[in-house]
């Protein structure tokens, strides 16, 4: 996976409605970025893109014996308990059939996880993509938040991967986690995404992009610049 300081890029932007009678407070969420400092990140749940931070680990790639020994290893790594469980890790071991059950149910379980554990906050390397303006911006009305990029946050934030096809993840591969939260259906390839991938509570490894909240923190100066749409109404300017 790529990300944005690996690339060279020095700003990237965010697409938003900015409608006065919004019932999502469009005026508190951008007056909040400039008095707080802090960008609300979407819960990955609400994403649009049936792909998207919906991983499916497909049992029939079980049938390799090599891949279905190191799935039941990975799985067997990720259960808490004692000695007790280890007639489940034998069955997982020794049992095709019980580990493809238990990887559908792990595919079921990581739908509620992902959205537990992380918030995304979703951007683009081009103010000016119409088809972002039109499908995010209300038509053209709402705004686009620029932000820095170098020695900032957003260095961090990853290039999604786009695929004709869902990608065949594997639970034993180091890389599965990044393949969950940012492959996307290559119909939306005209985006152009990078997304900040934001833990929502801390674990063993300390991570810069940490949220408070919904909020990730950012820097004073880290938003520089707000482009109206060119439809946007009077009143909100």
Known sequence: MQVAGQLGLTSLYHYQDFNLRSADDH??????????????CSNPASFNDPWDCKPYFNPSLLDDPQVRAATAEA???????GA????????????????????QEYSTHMLGFIASRWGVYCLSPDPCLT????????????????FAVQNTKFLLAV??????????LLLHD????????????DDWEYEQEFRL?????TDVRASPLIMDGNYLPIGATDLTSIVPGCQIEDEAI
């Open 159 to 168: 290039k999604v991967q786009y695929q004709k096809e869902y990608p065949k």
């Open 27 to 40: 005026v508190g969420r951008l007056t909040d970025i400039l008095k707080n400092h802090r960008i609300w």
């Open 131 to 146: 088809l972002m303006w039109s499908h995010y911006a209300r038509d053209h009305k709402g705004v686009c938040l620029g």
């Open 174 to 185: 180091p890389d599965a986690h990044a393949l969950m939260l940012a492959v996307k259906s």
């Open 75 to 81: 799985l067997i790594s990720t259960r808490t308990g």
């Open 84 to 103: 007790d469980l280890n007639h489940i890790d034998e069955r997982l071991r020794m049992s095709p059939d019980f580990l493809k059950a238990a990887i």
């Open 197 to 201: 991938i934001c833990p929502r509570f």
